[in-house]
């Protein structure tokens, strides 16, 4: 997956995070 397109479909940092982190 695309960083950026990753960032795109999550904008809320909590939610980046907690998706990275899984």
Do not use: G, H, R, T
């Amino acid at each position: 997956m695309n960083l950026l397109n990753f960032v795109s479909q999550y904008p809320d940092e909590s939610s980046c995070k907690a998706k990275f982190k899984e």
